[in-house]
């Protein structure tokens, strides 16, 4: 009895106990290069990879970006003079849509930047897929160089794919526990049967 109660507990506190990890989606942004006047270069992109954990989304939870994976190989930029500046995760309030920037700054002048703008709904960013192109939302996908004015940006794709989570460990404690009351049902049926004959 002390050990169906125990196993019967085991149980109950592992449903209880927590959900379940998100998937994590890996986000491959591929770019084309920029000349230095400013205009794009498609002859030739670079990939910029980030990780999210769930799909990117609009109302995402703090702390959910980058958990394996955020930014290219060193060196990798869209334009020689410039250096990968990183990404900035923000959202547009007006249109409630998830909104990613890649920042590259100039090694001459740190202030100057070229920066590709893309803003997407949920659902973009939570459809896996490859060489995807960017629906046209608000103006993106864009660039601006040195501040100017955005600029279409007609080579940017992205590949989207999600990555299922591991089981946590509380997972393979409840399959433990069922088997165990299984056998101490089985344990105690075989001894009343026993009893009878």
Known sequence: MKATSFCIGLVASCLIGGAAHADTFI????????????????????????????????NAPAGSDCPTLCGPPLGTTVNANYFFGGFTFT?????????VEVAFDQFANHSNQIIFSFIEPDSFWDTPGTGLSFPTVAGTPSFTFLGGSA????????????????PEPR??????????????VIERRRKQIKALS
């Open 91 to 99: 959202a547009d309030l007006a249109l409630s849509d998830a909104e």
């Open 171 to 184: 997972s393979a404690i409840l399959l433990a526990a069922l088997v165990g009351i299984f056998g101490v």
């Open 27 to 58: 986000y491959n942004i591929h770019l084309p290069n920029i000349t230095d006047g400013g205009s794009e270069d498609d002859s030739a992109t670079t990939a910029y990879p980030f990780s999210w954990t769930g799909p990117l989304e609009f």
């Open 151 to 166: 600029t279409t940006c007609s080579g940017c794709t992205i590949d989207i794919s999600e990555v299922a989570s591991t």
